[in-house]
């Protein structure tokens, strides 16, 4: 089945600065790949999610990019705000007859004012 | 406004109990899916379900079954509550194709 790695596991930046977090995935036919993010003692939200037929895709300061040969995707995160602070979970998922996500082990972001 | 509703949001239970958790989705989803998320493991599926009555096992499933009578509601079930259950576990619910994930507000589940 579906594996999905995630790192780093926390991460901690300066307000301002920017956020990379990477994940892999082990099946090759997983065509969708979206990101979620849960703030503390919340539910965790979609904040943007790529299918395989797209590099790249971006939302205001917010950015992913896929690489299907190398079965990497990441989230960008640029001029980073304290209510940025979460732990973000990358997730696979491919289309058959149904639809089973999976998560990988998710990022603590700290952002410092 | 799109809504997954659990009924508790949290559950203290004896060792041994049999312990039901609902879940109901107000969005007319085909998929159903638990979770249960510990720190550092992130979210663990459990057991998913793509309509009525159907069900798939996670990577998870030991100690748990499911229930899917209707389709807006799914049933997570610990036949005989064990301490390693102790956890907190999302439902969420997604339409059919490659669709967004809706998730309940968590069941903070504590077994002593």
């Known amino acids: 089945g579906e594996n999905v790695e995630q790192h780093p596991s926390t991460l901690s930046v300066q307000e301002g600065d920017s956020a990379v977090i990477k994940c892999t995935y082990s099946d090759s036919a997983s065509n969708y790949f979206p990101w979620y993010k849960q703030e503390l003692g919340k539910r965790p939200q979609l904040i943007i999610d790529i299918r395989s037929n797209v590099g790249e895709k971006k939302d205001q300061r917010i950015a992913v990019t896929l690489n299907k040969t190398a079965k990497h995707f990441s989230l960008h995160i640029t001029e980073t705000q304290p209510e940025d602070s979460a732990v973000y979970f990358c997730?696979?998922?491919?289309?058959?007859?149904?639809?089973?996500?999976?998560f990988g082990p998710g990022t603590s972001l700290s952002v410092i004012p | 406004d799109v809504k997954v509703t659990q009924s508790s949001r949290y559950l203290v239970k004896r060792t041994g109990e049999k312990v039901f958790l609902e879940c109901v989705q107000d969005m007319d989803h085909e998929n159903m899916f638990w979770y249960r998320q510990d720190p550092g493991l992130g979210l663990r599926l459990i057991y998913f379900?793509?309509?009525?009555?159907?069900?798939e096992k996670g990577d998870i499933p030991e100690g748990y079954s499911v229930s899917r009578e209707k389709k807006e509601r799914f049933s997570l079930i610990l036949e005989s509550a064990s301490t390693n259950q102790t956890s907190m576990y999302l439902c969420?619910?997604?339409?059919?194709?490659?669709?967004?994930?809706?998730f309940g507000q968590g069941t903070r589940l504590t077994v002593v």
């Open positions: 379900s793509y309509d009525v009555k159907m069900k």
């Open positions: 969420a619910s997604s339409g059919t194709g490659l669709t967004e994930a809706f």
């Open positions: 997730a696979a998922s491919r289309r058959t007859s149904y639809d089973k996500v999976i």
